[in-house]
């Protein structure tokens, strides 16, 4: 009897295992890419809560910042409420610090906060929370509803517009503010 002695792999095997290999790449990319998505959206509303307890601090301990009323809502920018955490956003780019902002609103006896941050991608598009209100950003967990492609027409600078443009913009998310107190210190860039 003659002893074989097999010590390599036949082609077969190999393309075996390659078509192997390639289905489990082919099902792990879309999943990993899913993943990593989620991961980035979850980060804008993470990052969006922080700009909000941000406000909540500065609205008490800055007396000169005007209380909200149940008619008057304040609008205090990312520029002001910015504590160095805010300078890269979950895909690359840059926060648009006079672009993103947080509004309160009195409703009864408690406040509101609703909340806009931009990140302006590195190809020049904008991403992120357009105005969403605090409760929603608690209970809404589907990262995917809330983080968005931001149109350029919406991506107007705080220091550069009216009262009255910056409210029609919000009006069909936040009623009755019938004035608005745009709190912007060191916003002149």
């Given at each position: ?28 990319v ?6 990593i998505n989620?991961?980035r ?16 601090y500065s ?5 000169k910042?005007?209380?909200?009323t ?7 920018t ?17 926060y648009?610090?006079?672009m993103?902002?947080v509004?309160?609103k ?34 809404d967990?589907?990262f ?39 709190y912007a ?5």
């Amino acid at each position: 009897m003659i002893k074989l002695n097999n010590k390599g792999v036949t082609m077969l095997e190999l393309l075996g295992a390659m078509v192997i290999l390639g289905i489990l790449f082919g099902l792990a990319v879309p999943a990993i890419t899913t993943v990593i998505n989620d991961t980035r959206n979850k980060t804008y509303v993470d990052d969006a809560m922080k700009l909000i307890s941000n406000a909540e601090y500065s609205l008490r301990k800055d007396n000169k910042i005007p209380k909200p009323t149940t008619t008057r809502c304040v609008l205090m920018t990312m520029v002001y409420l910015d504590n160095g955490v805010f300078d890269e956003g979950p895909y690359g780019g840059s926060y648009e610090k006079n672009m993103s902002y947080v509004v309160v609103k009195k409703e009864g006896n408690k406040d509101v906060y609703y909340v806009r941050i931009i990140e302006r991608l590195k190809d020049g598009n904008y991403r992120g929370i357009d105005l969403r209100k605090d409760s929603d950003l608690l209970k809404d967990r589907s990262f995917k509803t809330m983080v968005t492609n931001i149109n350029g027409s919406n991506t107007y600078k705080i220091n550069q517009n009216t009262e009255a443009f910056i409210k029609g913009k919000f009006s069909g998310k936040i009623s009755g503010c019938s004035t608005l107190s745009i709190y912007a210190p060191n916003s002149s860039d």
